[in-house]
């Protein structure tokens, strides 16, 4: 069972809770961490997507610190006030995951035509970048028939320094995470998968 | 020319028609990667490439074979043209004769294309009938007078045919000029 993982900052939570149900993206669940095998396999993790219903709803527990102690909240900048925040929140949001994330170093939300819709403030404002994800995601897409599929759901670029883990959300954005090959995989699907309304946004 | 595989390179700016013209000629499915389109680019048309697009064509009764590798037209997926544009025959480049406000970097990026890659190109100019019109319009971007200008309606598969005949002979008279240059 999908295991959702509460955070302390109720922010959070709350912009979870205001945002009415969308269609949530849907990710494999990862394989375990796979030491430097390049090409690992999902470790007898099922390849179902989880259930729907555990993503976009808030968790009922009470909430509870994460086991990792949080890194420090970035600077906050002007631009990723959520208040005029033209990702409706998402720019925040991929401050946080970088924040709740030590090992993870930055993400970007992208429209599939390859524009930027958010960034975390650890990302350069690069119009390459949002590019380039949109043109690996839609060649992917295709792979994803080679290989005898419908849906993709993941793509990975593991490099000599890490990983790039990238995810459509929704049929209109995709997200990125740069992170170390150490990153709890699991849990950045999760936390991912509980703000899926917000990165997934209003705009299709 | 038979039992040959040539690569064509099809690439222009944003919604010129490069895409339907690969849907237009190509014999097997085509390979696209076409998403919905956002912003302003969406006041121009509803989907567009992000990556690629790739058909292919084999001339009837013949061997020979066209791979159709389409580019993205937008400056932000330079990088895309970059990947394709390794060991291509010709360049198939297509611009929207009506789209006048994309012709001075159109220009600019076929100069440059051609310059680098030193192979023949095949103008197609989409949404005109008028030879002459295609030609002055093609030799305002910097085609050479020796390049083929092709006017077309790419919205109609007939028209993007002939653009492929003008690649075929585009390909035949560089294969000439090769073998006069080795004799």
Redesign the interface.
Known sequence: MQKVKTISDGSLALQIADVPPRPIMSVVPPPPPSGDAPFATPGGAPLAAPAPSTAATPPAQSYTSPPAPLAPQPVVDPAHDSSSDPSGGAAGLLDDLVARFADAHGAILA?????SIARSTSMADE??H???L??????A??LVTLGGGDQLRQLVVDHDRGLLLVWPVGD?RVLAVLADRTVDQRELRSFVQAGAAVLVGS?T | MSGQTFKILVTGPFAAGKTSMIQAVSQTQV???D?????D?RDVKSF?????DFGTYRVEGDDTRMLLFGT?G?A??R??TNILKGDVDVVAFVVDAEATDTHAVAGVELRALLRDLRVPAVIAVNRCDDVDAARRLARSLGALDSEAVVPCQLIDPDSGRKVVVEILLTLLASMETTKTEVA
């Open positions: 429209s599939v035509d390859g524009f119009a390459s949002p590019a380039m949109a043109a690996a995601v839609g060649l897409h295709q209109q705009d | 390979i696209s990667t998403v919905t389109t956002s912003g680019e567009t490439t992000v990556a690629m993205p937008q932000r997926f990088f895309m």
